[in-house]
């Protein structure tokens, strides 16, 4: 059994010491997710029997928009196949690629899937319009990220870790001819599934406190400053014992937001869902 004192030392790893909520209610599924971080080395030992079909056993169990079950999952084990992928992942802008991709087992590729419901609706007749707007692309989408992240909690309710990657975006209309992806489908994002190495550890990346986050009736606009600053010093700290340079957060998020080159070819995303038949109106 978790003692309290086991508790606060996950809050303090998650928020930095002092920084995280007054008042949590404790149970086992919610130290799971408190514990939760990405884990970027793995062991090549397969998946346990069943893992695969039991991660999307739990997917499945996600909310989904209308019980319409607009995603789709490619599980990709094949060595060679997620060699060619992983290769499409690579952040030129920093010079780095997602190497965890080939150490692992097992790489989930969750598809935004209207596939199915444009069958469904033209073979009766439908002109499927409604799939042509916007909202039909992010519901397909939201779909994707609520299986996944379902998926994810189990897989570390087994002892699996997991790191998502955005990247599988860079280079979107290869990736889909890559995995014979029909029209009215695109891959939303990837998931590394697999033993975590113990030889080389991830440690839970803290968060913000919740003064960043949220927000009581209405959305104050200035309460998050202050928890940035708070935050730079937590997040230093943890760069630091992970052996990274030094970055502060803000360098992170302007890097991330300040330059198109950064994108490594998700800028593209736009004409490329859309000449795989999403019109995005």
Known sequence: MTTDEQRQELLDLRYGKGNGPDKILWNEQIE???RHRSV????????PEGAVETLVAAAQSASTSSNLHQWSVVAVS?????????ETTRMHSIGMGNPYINE????????ADLSRSHAITTEAGGRAEVLEHLDAFLTSSLDAALAAQNAAVAAESLGLGTVYIG????RAEELAELIDLPPFSFVAFG???GRPDPERPTLVRPRPSQDMVLHHDRYGTGAWKSAAEVYETVF???????GMREKTWKDAVAFSSGDVAVMDGRENLRATVQERDF???
Do not use: C, H, T
């Open 167 to 170: 990247a599988s975006r860079n």
């Open 78 to 86: 094949d060595p060679e196949l997620k060699a060619r992928i992983a």
């Open 191 to 193: 998931l590394v599934v």
């Open 279 to 281: 019109e995005l109106r």
């Open 40 to 47: 970027r080395a793995y062991l090549p030992d397969p998946l």
């Open 236 to 242: 230093q700290q943890w760069r630091e014992d992970s």
């Open 32 to 34: 799971g997710l408190l």
């Open 104 to 111: 692992a087992p097992v790489f989930l590729l969750w598809i």
